[in-house]
């Protein structure tokens, strides 16, 4: 299964415990799982409204149709249309 984990890059790029996650579950899927996993990162500035607003916007413009199971972790990489999401909230929620 192809796998695209996509995260926000933060603007200016500061390496805390979201990129060691990424990282670290990168590494995980890629090495102990018979899966191949691609880390896309998007610079993602967030010192203002509109510079969110914009990144929701280059964020949609994702295309991730490529990938078997897209795996987002923080706004505004959900956004991204791909593939049927790995949860589906069933109807009865």
């Given at each position: 299964m192809?796998?695209a984990l996509?995260?926000?890059?933060?603007?200016?790029?500061?390496i805390?415990?979201?990129?060691n996650?990424w990282?670290?579950?990168?590494d995980?899927?890629?090495?102990?799982?018979?899966?191949?996993?691609d880390?896309?990162k998007l610079?993602?500035?967030?010192?203002?409204?509109?510079?969110i607003?914009d990144s929701y916007?280059?964020?949609?413009?994702?295309?991730?149709?490529?990938y078997?199971l897209?795996?987002?972790?923080?706004?505004?990489?959900?956004?991204?249309?791909?593939?049927?999401?790995?949860?589906?909230?069933?109807?009865d929620?």
């Open positions: 192809d796998i996509l995260a926000p890059s933060p603007v200016p790029l500061t805390g415990g979201a990129e996650l990282w670290g579950l990168l995980h899927l890629n090495r102990r799982t018979p899966h191949t996993a880390l896309i610079p993602t500035p967030e010192r203002s409204f509109w510079e607003v916007q280059r964020w949609s413009a994702l295309d991730a149709s490529g078997d897209v795996i987002s972790g923080k706004y505004p990489s959900w956004i991204v249309v791909a593939v049927p999401s790995a949860f589906e909230p069933s109807a929620l």
